[in-house]
């Protein structure tokens, strides 16, 4: 068998939407599907010059970084069939070239684009992957519109098949994991119009657009031949029992203004509170993993093109340990009644890395709301504050003196801000803008410890008297943080607030960090 069992299960990327017949052309002219695009950004350096840092592409970085194989061979489709079952190498990328059957530049009289084909060609191709690496499963990647390809492939088509399904979870036989960018998994929708755009492009279709409204959405992501609990269609929801929540993680970016397709007229009309075509609230899976970059959905500031997304990716298809960071014993002052709003901006960093892997804040329009009231999951929970994942066995940076750094470095910012309302509506009298009512610095080492249990150090940056990256724990000083969570193999930890915030936050707040192992399933 050409899979050797460790972990690097065959990709399969799956593309957004085209649009029409000429989109379309576009579309199967790229050998990639445009997975091979980078990016470049700039930053200024000591001496206010620009400074270049390149982002090869998420092909490019998977064959670098993790040793996966590119294989074409004039055509891919044809290479992977031709070869003998078990042969072709697991750590593999493979692109779901769904669209070439429907371009007019490819092929006669082509029939309307539908999810419900792209679907079944998805499965064909996982069927086809699988039984030529000799992999159990297989990763799949998407942007935009392939989510719901995927998504259809795992709720529908795969459930439905008289062979293989019978079940709403048959699908996680043969996908271990999935990531999508951008996706709408809620559909799209549009700021302006107060709903008449919505009604004219799922009545008209036009363009074939009709896939992103609720009728179009509940026919392909329900199963007809299993039964499906009975509640109101949400397609943001997956249904309980089926695909595990857990195995699919949402990166949503915030960046509309960067959006430019349509001179910026989408973007426009979505509204700003979106990555300029996907609504934030509409860009997750209720219920499963995310994280939140400021990027736009496509472009040169896309979001498939861009370090943050690809760390996101590399670390949820590879990481061995999730990691969530929650604010527990929080107790707001004040009362139900003086309506003051509280919001918190949180960001992620990890040392090493040239961009914030999560941000959520205020001026990305999609701060923690913390409320005194239980709320259902949504994009301002407060719990968790990040989710994220992590490769023990990552090689560290060095320090200012080129020494391998002992410990792996994460730094969580968060900064809480209050706003005043007056008979229902936001008042500025007593408002300074962008001004924290706290705001501070978490800083977490993990290390190597004893008994199988990694070593903890988490300090706020208010109490070191230096930089943040002089800082080193030591063992003989610093005492680790204190393991509260009994089960084997599962960590947590409790950071209190600085004493200063207490009086703000409660005088139990405190950042809670959990730590756990992972793994694809045949190593699990």
Known sequence: MSYPGDGRLPVIYVRGFAGGP??????VGDPFYGFNEGSVQVRVDGADRPAFHQFESPLLRLMGDQGYQLLVHGNQAAYLADQDAGTVPAASIWVHRFYDEFAPLLTKDPNAFSIETAARSLLELVLLVRRQTGAPRVFLVAHSMGGLVVRSMLQQTVPDDPDIGGALDSASALVDRVFTYATPHGGIEFAVGF????KIRDATGLQGADIFGPARMKEYLTPTKVAVPDVKFDATVMPAGGFPHDRLFCLVGTDSGDYDVAKGLSAKAVGARSDGLVQIDNAYVRDTPRAFVHRSHSGRYGIVNSEEGYQNLRRFLFGDLEVVASLTGLDIQGSDDDETIWQLDAALSIRGLPVTLHEQSAAHLCPIQIERRPVDDSVGTPVPLVH?????????PTDATGARAATMRHVLRLSLLSLRKKRGLLSFVDHLEQTADWADVLVVDIGEGTDARPATWGVWSSALTGA????VPDPARDTPLTDEEPAPQHWRVRVPVPEGARALLGADAAVTLEVRPRATLDRG
């Open 22 to 27: 000429s989109g379309i052309d576009n579309a």
């Open 388 to 396: 994220t994942y992590l490769s023990s066995d990552a090689t560290r």
């Open 468 to 471: 943040i990256r002089d800082w």
């Open 195 to 198: 709903g008449l755009l919505e």
